[in-house]
């Protein structure tokens, strides 16, 4: 019976190892598969992280675009800003300028009308009673010729008419220049404004995308090793 008993046990043993090797070798399987998953995971974790250091990349690159356009914005602007204050300046000189012009010339006209009529003359030009030749002309000298006559008088106050006109012509054509200055510096600033709100879009869109493809990416991956 004792043999008996011994040769029962001894199979049940073999039998008993013979299930462990079995699970131990399942068990080393279902290990390597799962390993070998994780770690397929993991690569593509890593791919994930790749992919969002490449982007973050590019963002950065597109912080510097805007960055400068910001710069060149803000150098511009200062730029337009000097020109507007001289074109408000040379309106106000022009301004000042057309007052001046318009009281030169107004006192020409006004004075052509008060001496330009000839019978306000003719009594001056007769000779008057016991008058030599000589002080008849002197006495016409005067009154027309000499400093303080009606003709230097006219003389002086068309000189003034043309150079107050002179003077608004210039001042004009500097106005003119400022303007179209300032105009074309307006344009070129509103044209690098919207070039640094386009840099300003891409930059937020770049930041967002690197974001969200790795949270994509990450999610998906967890997902299939669960």
Same mark, same amino acid.
């Given at each position: 019976?004792?043999?008996?008993?011994?040769?029962?046990?001894?199979?049940? =043993?073999?039998?008993?190892?013979?299930?462990? &090797?079995?699970?131990?070798?399942?068990?080393?399987?279902?290990?390597?598969?799962?390993?070998?998953?994780? &770690?397929?995971?993991?690569?593509?974790?890593?791919?994930?992280?790749?992919?969002?250091?490449?982007?973050?990349?590019?963002?950065?690159?597109?912080?510097?675009?805007?960055?400068?356009?910001?710069?060149?914005?803000?150098?511009?602007?200062?730029?337009?800003?000097?020109?507007?204050?001289?074109?408000?300046?040379?309106?106000?000189?022009?301004?000042?300028?057309?007052?001046?012009?318009?009281?030169?010339?107004?006192?020409?006209?006004? @004075? &052509?009308?008060? =001496?330009?009529? &000839?019978?306000?003359?003719?009594?001056?030009?007769?000779?008057?009673?016991?008058?030599?030749?000589?002080? @008849?002309?002197?006495?016409?000298?005067?009154? @027309?010729?000499?400093?303080?006559?009606?003709? @230097?008088?006219?003389?002086?106050?068309?000189?003034?008419?043309?150079?107050?006109?002179?003077? =608004?012509?210039? =001042?004009?054509?500097?106005?003119?220049?400022?303007?179209?200055?300032?105009?074309?510096?307006?344009?070129?600033?509103?044209?690098?404004?919207?070039?640094?709100?386009?840099?300003?879009?891409?930059?937020?869109s770049m930041e967002n995308e690197a974001c969200r493809t790795y949270g994509t990416c990450r999610s998906q991956t967890l997902e299939a090793y669960k």
């Amino acid at each position: 019976d004792s043999t008996a008993d011994d040769a029962a046990i001894s199979d049940n =043993v073999e039998v008993l190892f013979e299930i462990t &090797e079995e699970m131990f070798g399942k068990i080393k399987d279902f290990h390597s598969q799962q390993q070998a998953l994780l &770690e397929s995971e993991c690569k593509l974790l890593s791919g994930c992280t790749t992919t969002m250091r490449g982007n973050i990349r590019l963002a950065a690159l597109s912080n510097q675009v805007l960055k400068a356009k910001t710069t060149q914005h803000g150098s511009c602007r200062k730029e337009e800003a000097t020109l507007a204050a001289q074109q408000d300046q040379c309106l106000v000189l022009q301004g000042a300028q057309q007052k001046l012009k318009d009281a030169a010339c107004s006192a020409l006209a006004d @004075y &052509e009308a008060e =001496v330009g009529q &000839e019978a306000r003359h003719q009594a001056a030009m007769d000779k008057l009673p016991g008058e030599d030749t000589e002080t @008849y002309l002197d006495r016409l000298g005067r009154r @027309y010729c000499d400093k303080g006559g009606l003709l @230097y008088e006219f003389n002086q106050k068309e000189e003034a008419c043309v150079n107050a006109t002179n003077s =608004v012509d210039d =001042v004009t054509m500097g106005c003119t220049a400022t303007g179209t200055a300032y105009g074309t510096k307006k344009v070129t600033c509103d044209s690098i404004q919207s070039e640094m709100a386009e840099a300003a879009c891409d930059h937020v869109s770049m930041e967002n995308e690197a974001c969200r493809t790795y949270g994509t990416c990450r999610s998906q991956t967890l997902e299939a090793y669960k």
